[in-house]
T-cell receptor, first 116, second 111 residues
Framework: NAGVMQNPRHLVRRRGQEARLRCSPV?????VYWYRQLPEEGLKFMVY????????ESGMPKERFSAEFPKEGPSILRIQQVVRGDSAAYFC??????????????FGPGTRLTVL | KNEVEQSPQNLTAQEGEFITINCSYS?????LHWLQQHPGGGIVSLFM???GKKKHGRLIATINIQEKHSSLHITASHPRDSAVYIC?????????????FGKGTHLIIQP
């Protein structure tokens, strides 16, 4: 069984370019979360998605950042017009259909974005 | 404000020592997670618990709901246990299921 997959593992972009980060959840999982880990800082929640729906994007910067989880294919975190402050590790996690008030999240290996 | 505090921030110990990492949170939670992150690596979920105690190999996690406190213990520590250990919680309400994280405990086990 494949776990959460993220690609690319490392991404280098110049200021002003776009970054697209992909996350394939565990097979059968319908919930995806994106987290960001800035250098020397802890992890921070960005967005929570179910298939074709954004459930909570309270942690997403209001501009330049967007996320989607289409019916088919991976979840995409898109950063437009990247700036140096976007350099971070971006982690995706997935969980199965929620049957209780909480659920275990399975993390991907992360994408390390470097903005030059 | 929903906060998660971990202690200690850094911990260096000798191989074989019993390790304890603490986590406190500010308000009631739905669940608490202990995660492990190796340098430059991904994140592994060690435990998820909402009450009591869980054990997996040399790792033990406990939670006291009344005191809003959890501990992660490592018995017979080994250099390969060196990693960052992160406490994370699900705060209920608001429709979000995203985790709130502590800053992590950097553990180094010396041979």
């Amino acid at each position: 069984n494949a776990g959460v997959m993220q690609n690319p593992r490392h991404l280098v972009r110049r200021r002003g370019q776009e970054a697209r980060l992909r996350c394939s959840p565990v097979k059968g999982h319908s919930h995806v979360y994106w987290y960001r880990q800035l250098p020397e800082e802890g992890l921070k929640f960005m967005v929570y998605l179910q298939k074709e729906n954004i459930i909570d994007e309270s942690g997403m910067p209001k501009e330049r950042f967007s996320a989607e989880f289409p019916k088919e294919g991976p979840s995409i975190l898109r950063i437009q017009q990247v700036v140096r402050g976007d350099s971070a590790a971006y982690f995706c996690a997935s969980s199965p259909v929620i049957v209780a008030t909480y659920n275990e999240q399975f993390f991907g290996p992360g994408t390390r974005l470097t903005v030059l | 404000k929903n906060e998660v505090e971990q202690s200690p921030q850094n911990l260096t110990a000798q191989e074989g020592e019993f390790i304890t990492i603490n986590c406190s949170y500010s308000v009631g939670i739905s669940a608490l997670h202990w995660l492990q992150q190796h340098p430059g690596g991904g994140i592994v979920s060690l435990f998820m618990l909402s009450s009591g105690k869980k054990k997996h190999g040399r790792l033990i996690a406990t939670i006291n709901i009344q005191e809003k406190h959890s501990s992660l213990h490592i018995t017979a520590s080994h250099p390969r246990d060196s990693a960052v250990y992160i406490c994370a919680v699900n705060f209920p309400g608001g429709g979000a299921d995203g985790l709130t994280f502590g800053k992590g405990t950097h553990l180094i086990i010396q041979p």
